[in-house]
């Protein structure tokens, strides 16, 4: 199952590793630095998936934005962060994914092809 994925971190060295390692899974990848650049290629076409750090820079804040992607209810968000408990940070703004950096590949591969938000 191919899925658009929109990845939203600030770490350049980040977008890359989740990009090369989703397409080579066969998901549709864009990338965005911060919060309006990610806004911007969501509104062009709606991603199935965001990967999204908790520190995005941008904008918006971190929970502005994922309430502006659930709006729709079509696109799952997963929280990313290398600091902290993610799963906490996650639950607090109504979401159910996450993942923890630095990541586990089989996890990541996991959370992005799971059906539903």
Do not use: W
């Not at 770490?11 to 066969?26: C, F, M, P, Q, Y």
């Amino acid at each position: 199952m191919s899925m658009n994925v929109l990845v939203v971190d600030d770490n350049a060295d980040i977008r890359e590793v989740l990009e090369i390692v989703l397409t080579s899974h066969g998901h549709a990848v864009r990338t965005a630095h911060d919060s309006g650049e990610a806004a911007a290629i969501a509104d062009q076409s709606p991603p199935d998936v965001v990967l999204l750090d908790y520190r995005m820079p941008g904008d918006q804040r971190v929970q502005e934005f994922v309430n502006t992607m659930r709006r729709g209810g079509a696109t799952r968000v997963v929280l990313m962060s290398g600091i902290g408990d993610v799963a906490q940070r996650a639950t607090q703004m109504g979401l159910r994914y996450s993942l923890q950096k630095p990541f586990d590949v089989a996890k990541l591969i996991e959370v992005v092809e799971r059906p539903g938000c």
